[in-house]
């Protein structure tokens, strides 16, 4: 799976939109680009995946540029519980075979709203 | 409501005596995974299952073994924990990708902490 590179930090204030940036520069033509979040003390959450197209679901927004060697996490309207250590994985979904499903983390980029 | 379970939330062994971790899920997934998280690090894919086939991870030490009875549950066993075990394990579940399945969804955790 490609590898990502996030900032490793980031600021929010609360009712901001949060705009988190990730580059997948090697990513292949089937990855898909995913993100997950983990608050403290939690299992990480499913948050949006897309391949080529933007994404919106009631939680955040996906865009992924066209080249799609970068993509960005937008979340609207950021509220203190967003506060939390963001993912971006690149990972190849294959049908068959022992690798599928796999999610590679990376070190993410922790995101601090504040009042 | 449908979750990922884990317990105990927190577990406390000695150096090298055994120490097994449970996961039960009620999502019906065929596919349940087990990650390693070390402080201030990324969760790290130990093995999965996909129903009874197990996938172990290149890099994942013997002293880790698995076991899955049956769909809803699953174990995480420690031969011979060693102080550098100490760890949050994470259980994650998923449907097979060719019935779908995007999203893992995560337990809370078991905290590891040997003595």
């Known amino acids: 799976d490609a590898k990502t590179t996030q900032p490793p930090s980031m600021d929010c204030a609360e009712g901001r939109a949060a705009n988190l940036p990730c580059n997948h520069s090697?990513?292949?033509?089937?990855?898909?680009v995913y993100w997950y979040r983990q608050i403290h003390s939690q299992g990480p959450q499913y948050i949006i995946h897309g391949l080529k197209n933007n994404e919106t679901n009631e939680m955040a927004s996906l865009i992924i540029t066209e080249d799609r060697k970068s993509s960005t996490l937008i979340l609207p309207h950021a509220t203190l519980r967003d506060t939390a250590v963001y993912y971006c994985i690149v990972r190849l979904l294959k049908v068959g075979g022992t690798s599928y499903g796999k999610l590679t983390f990376g070190q993410g980029t922790i995101l601090t709203v504040h009042p | 409501d449908a979750m990922v379970i884990q317990n105990p939330r927190y577990q406390v062994t000695q150096f090298g005596k055994p120490v097994t971790l449970s996961c039960s899920q009620t999502l019906n997934h065929n596919v349940m995974y087990w990650y390693q998280q070390k402080s201030s690090q990324a969760p790290k894919l130990l093995f999965h299952y996909y129903d009874k086939d197990f996938n172990n991870e290149a890099d994942t030490p013997d002293n880790f073994q698995s076991r899955r009875p049956n769909t809803s549950f699953c174990f995480l066993d420690i031969r011979s924990p060693g102080l550098g075990d100490a760890a949050m394990y994470l259980c994650?579940?998923?449907?097979?990708?060719?019935?779908?399945?995007?999203?893992?969804?995560f337990g809370p955790g078991t905290r590891l902490t040997v003595l």
């Open positions: 994650a579940t998923s449907r097979a990708v060719f019935m779908g399945g995007n999203e893992q969804f």
């Open positions: 090697t990513i292949s033509g089937n990855e898909y």
